[in-house]
């Protein structure tokens, strides 16, 4: 009988039945890519579900998964836990140990696995405060319990019985998850997904990405902790793509050269940074290859999709392909068709500069409470359209409330927040799931996001100002990595602002002088200068109340470990705030 795919612990089945894979899934161990066939993995999750049994799991307890990197293992343990009926509580690794306390404690968890040593370092600090009855490691670490000895006791395959019929029990409604969202204020909180909730959004969310089973290999590095790329890793099972996982981020380009993958998915974040580096090689050419690159580049800035430049704009296009864009498809492996972007807004010029590189990005919305996906562009069928995140998908409804915000009603909408029947509440009404994001559908029925509700302030003035409208614009400049705006009740916006020191460092080098410490950078004459031509540049785009007036710069690089960011590279816009509140203080009262 055909596999009907209801509960996410069916995907891996019907990859078997329809297009079964020899490397299903593949991580690179000691400086080897070692694959599993589709059976293994379906053998493995058997044997782990068996284990699992054996340590008295019941149905609906939790067990949590914590891992540095993604790899075969997460996976494995996944669909083991879920056959159980047990829910899985996959952890962001990059959280403090106090965040660990807080989801182990609140999730009541029981066991976890873990990756390596740093993770079992933070871990061991307050697992004595938890409910948690075993710990174990996908790293051999002496001392410690490995995930082994959950695989080895499932061996005996007696107890298989008793697995197929807790798999009979559970339901498409059934809880399958709990996220903890990394959340910008506050403590986390644990979305209730279903088995439906999450399947639903794959088989919708399927049509956008015509894969080839088979044929199509996908590198996956963003945290598998999220659900957008948790969702896409189903996704890649259901449609029998090859998924390989890379090592982690500063082997990110290292690994699509080994790899050379059909597809990957990131955060705008990080195709700046891909940008960034491109760019900055392209400044390092001289002579006849340096024009060539940035007349490419002044090009690519002006790509529409579907030859609506015209075709003098193709013919020019094509050349550009040709001699320039090949190298930057060279750089993530030479075989890319297509990138997903998610989590946050993905700057229009990176859209155009991508896609006329021959690397498009897909752009989609939505939220952990969404499964995620709400909507997402695609290549044919003319959904494609610079400034959207695509078209709504299918069995969802997107409604504009009349203050602009986003409401989401469908299968994909969270079964509430774990034991917070409350909030829960204020965001559900109606069925409708309240986004806080602002948007507009337009003729063409694209989705486009405005802003966020939350984010929008009032000066003293008592005039609106939306911050990532602003933000966006100043981040397409070179010279800025990160920037806060700020203002609300105060006279007038504001900005701090972090550098880029690295392109700062090679600017300064091409100008005849030498930039040092990131404290240098932040307070040297010239760089200030430039920054507020920068700015000043901004300010042309918006009304005057808007524009930015003052600004200061931080030396600190924000990122996770520094509290500024959240795991999914968002701001987090209170504790940046208070990190920097003697240069606030100083725009403000200076």
Known sequence: MATEITRLFDFPYYQLENHKLEKALTTK????????????????ANAISRGLLNLGVQANDKIAIISTTNRTEWNICDIGILQTGAQSVPIYPTISKEDYEYVLNHSESIYCFVSDDTILEKLNQIKDKTKLKGVFTFDDIKGEKSWNEVLNSGKDESNQKEVEERKKNVTPNSLATLIYTSGTTGRPKGVMLSHNNIVSNVL???????????????????????????MILYLYQYCSVSIYFAEGLDKLTANAQEVKPTVMTAVPRLYEKIYDKIYAKGNELSGIKKKLFFWAVDLGLRYEPYGANGWFYEKKLGIARKLIFSKWQAALGGNLKVMVSGASALQPRLTRIFAAANMPIMEGYGLTETSPVASVSQLDNRGFKIGAVGRIIDGVEVKIAKDGEILIKGPNVML?????????????????????????????????????????????GGKYVV??????????????EQVMVVGEGEKMPAAIIQPNFEFLRDWAK????????????????????????????????????????????????????GGQLTPTMKMKREIIKQIYIDLYEKIYRG
Not at 430 to 456: A, C, V
Not at 467 to 480: D, H, N, R, T
Request: net charge neutral; proline share 5%; glycine share 6%.
């Open 29 to 44: 161990y000691n400086g080897k890519w070692t694959s599993i066939s589709t059976q293994k993995y379906i053998d493995q």
């Open 204 to 230: 919708a969310s399927h049509h956008r990405f015509p894969f080839q089973p088979k044929k199509d290999i996908a590198l996956s590095f963003l945290p598998v902790c999220h659900i957008f790329e948790r």
């Open 416 to 460: 509430g927040y774990y034991k917070d029947p409350e909030k829960t509440a204020e965001v559900i009404v109606d069925n409708y799931f309240h986004t806080g994001d602002k948007g507009e559908i337009d003729s063409d029925g694209f989705l486009k996001i405005t802003g966020r509700k939350k984010e929008m302030f009032k000066t003293s």
């Open 467 to 480: 911050p990532p409208l602003l933000e966006g614009q100043l981040k397409q400049s070179l010279f800025i």
């Open 510 to 561: 091409n100008h005849g002088f030498e930039l040092g410490t990131n404290e240098e950078i932040a307070t040297n004459p010239k760089v200030i200068a430039r920054i507020d031509k920068e700015v000043k540049k901004c300010n042309t785009h918006f009304a005057k109340w808007e524009t930015i007036k003052k600004f200061e710069l931080t030396s600190d690089v924000w990122t996770i470990d």
